[in-house]
């Protein structure tokens, strides 16, 4: 989600608080004005400022549980993590800036709690009690979640919103000791450089970390090892492998990445070749990975940021049985069509149409097979006469009747340099040490790996870069279908 998204999601939040609010204010008149001093006499005058902050503090609140509750559908299913930093492992090897975005978010989301309970109530000013509140309320938020399956349980958004309130807890210390005149200005300094720590440590970590990541020449690999995994009670064989020592250089290609403005120019590029336009009765929809755009013919255009790949599909009776998943990873570009029509598997018929669609396969040197309904056309490192290399897949599906679903996800890539590689050897002896993502080999428990092949293969980075792999082909225990274990080849 982008940050204007999160602005306009706050903005409707903040609507409800204030409706919220009012039916708070009117409750509060009816028994403080009318029962309270008029019927019970009671003299107990309430401050304006204490009224003012516990305003503050039910818009707050209201908004806290819009943005834990709302826009999400009990999807889940009592799903735990209770891996510490994973979220930060995993925004540091993707570089997606979203979610550095959640994490930081998560950190501000409790700050105004840490911030206003000291202030609503002098016996919370101590800080074990105004950070125990805390952390209790956002424990149950996470075990509400769990039980209703409308989110995840997860330790990183309980560390967060700790980590917030006390960076809140600390601010409004800082706004204490300011007017408070009988301490000595030795004590005040003291406390005041005690209180910023939490605030100075974060900022600090954020800037060293973002600072390093900017500084590196290429990007994280998602297959990167988090952490080593335990390979003492872990069988591995191989298919009698040779595995060569010696250390070579290999090319190190990038990707473009396309602004919004390029986005749309390719998307009235496509839609000329199909002889119609941009439909400006829709809003173009911008995500983080991918643009939404319809043309004046009905179809779905999604066209990503990253290479300027794209989905397409007619709009007729959609039906969401169908998908065409997105090669690089991402799930949210995918157009469905009806499935009570004849699927054409001629692949002649297949080409005529992608041809119509502006994609002329005997551009390139290409692969084809057909997989249930689809048709799948691989283009594995074919470099053109202008030395760019092309790789990727493109995936269709056509119906007798016309509706059609095509992914064209071929990407484009220069070549930026030669890298020194680490030696084959080098790449099965991490095997062996369980230095590699353990995400990647889904049985569980691991009793026996089986290396049937291995190559050198290419992976996008977190910088738009195609990296060198070394892509290791394995059967895990008795299982006859092949998994992949990917060792990151470039020589640190």
Not at 124 to 129: E, Q
Not at 379 to 401: A, P, Q, R, S, W
Request: glycine share 4%; charged share 20%.
């Amino acid at each position: 989600m982008r940050l204007f998204q999160i602005i306009d999601l706050l903005k409707d939040y903040l609507s409800l608080a204030i409706v919220i609010l009012c039916f708070c204010g009117l409750a509060f008149l009816l028994f403080y004005k009318i029962i309270y001093r008029s019927l019970m006499h009671g003299e107990k005058k309430v401050k304006t400022t204490k009224l003012i902050l516990f305003s503050i503090f039910i818009i707050y609140i209201t908004i806290v549980l819009c943005a834990t509750f709302a826009n999400r559908g009990s999807a889940y299913n009592s799903e735990l993590n209770l891996n510490l930093f994973s979220s930060y492992k995993d925004a540091y090897y993707t570089g997606i800036k979203s979610a550095w975005l959640n994490i930081i978010l998560n950190i501000l989301l409790f700050t105004p709690m840490g911030f206003l309970l000291p202030l609503l109530n002098n016996k919370l000013k101590s800080w074990y009690k105004t950070i125990g509140i805390s952390f209790l309320v956002t424990l149950l938020i996470e075990f509400f979640q769990f039980f209703t399956n409308f989110g995840i349980f997860e330790i990183d958004d309980i560390f967060n919103n700790t980590l917030g309130s006390i960076i809140g807890y600390s601010a409004v210390s800082i706004l204490f000791l300011i007017i408070n005149k009988n301490e000595s200005k030795g004590k005040k300094l003291l406390k005041f450089f005690v209180f910023c720590t939490p605030c100075i440590a974060t900022i600090l970590f954020f800037t060293i970390t973002f600072t390093n990541y900017d500084n590196q020449q290429f990007g994280n690999l998602t297959i990167s090892a988090y952490s080593n995994i335990n390979m003492e009670n872990i069988k591995l064989e191989n298919n009698n492998l040779v595995f060569n020592s010696g250390i070579k250089k290999v090319p190190v290609y990038k990707a473009d990445l396309l602004s919004e403005d390029e986005v749309i120019e390719k998307a009235k590029e496509i839609f000329n070749s199909m002889d119609t336009k941009i439909d400006t009765k829709y809003k173009i929809d911008f995500d983080n990975f991918a643009t939404k755009i319809h043309s004046q013919n009905g179809e779905i255009l999604f066209i990503d940021y990253l290479g300027g790949t794209y989905t397409l599909g007619s709009t007729a009776n959609f039906k969401p049985e169908a998908n065409i998943q997105n090669q690089l990873g991402t799930d949210d570009i995918a157009v469905a069509i009806p499935t009570e029509f004849k699927v054409i598997k001629d692949k002649k018929k297949i080409i005529n149409k992608m041809n119509e669609l502006g994609i002329n396969l005997d551009d390139y040197t290409y692969s084809y097979k057909l997989e249930g309904n689809l048709h799948i056309f691989t283009v594995d490192m074919y470099e053109d006469k202008n030395g760019f290399i092309i790789d990727g897949t493109i995936t269709c599906e056509l119906h007798e009747d016309g509706n059609y679903q095509i992914a064209n996800k071929l990407i484009k890539y220069s070549k930026i340099d030669e890298c020194e590689i680490i030696s084959e050897q080098d790449a099965y002896d991490n095997l062996q040490e369980g230095k590699f993502n353990s995400d990647l080999i889904q049985q569980k428990p691991i009793k026996k790996i089986f290396i049937n092949s291995f190559e050198l293969d290419y992976l996008l980075d977190s910088k738009n870069f195609y990296q060198p792999v070394y892509k290791f082909s394995v059967f895990i225990n008795d299982n006859k279908t092949p998994e992949y274990i990917c060792i990151p080849a470039l020589l640190k």
